[in-house]
């Protein structure tokens, strides 16, 4: 582990705020990437499940976007293949009503710049969410409307939806998604990492 990574994993700057959430939880920076790495995911923030880990996408949405990009558990968490970059790196909390609070802000202001100049150039970026298109597209979009011109962005950068259980009526109403996108990104997932 590097010097970016070991700062990263000790930060502490949102305890205050999460101390302040439903779940008043401590800071748990999961962190998985490594400079070289062919595939970055850029995603959201961790769940409660991955908090619990400290390893991401340990939870039926990992399963779920492993299926999408063609790849086994094996090769996922490969650091040397696959870095896994969220808009903020712990868990934010839940609210009162127990829904998922958004990645804090400061996270990616403090940290984003820093580990994409230390990854520098990876041939294959895929997206997961809002918050992500956000941050790397610059999206002020609806994740509909980001996701369905995926070939405006296509082959270095894919946009997807985060997959989350909540959004399996969104994927049935958009079949598209898995007709068309899914298996140009697997094949495109396969070309990066066996070049």
Known sequence: ??????E???CRICADKFKGTYTAHEPRPVVWFRSGARLLVAGQAPGARVHASGRPFTDPSGDRLRDWLGIDET???????????PMAFCFPGYNERKADLPPPTVCGRTWHGRVMEELGEVPLTVLIGGHAHRYHLGSRTAVTDTVSNWRDHAPRVFPLPH????????LKKNPWFEAELLPVLR??????LND
Do not use: C, G, K
Not at 75 to 85: E, K, L, Q
Not at 163 to 170: G, I, K
């Open 1 to 6: 582990m590097n010097s970016l990574q070991t």
């Open 8 to 10: 990263i994993e000790s």
């Open 75 to 85: 090769v996922f968490y490969d650091r040397a293949h696959v870095a896994i970059v």
């Open 163 to 170: 997959p989350s259980w909540r959004n399996t009526a969104w």
């Open 187 to 192: 094949a495109r997932v396969q070309e990066v």
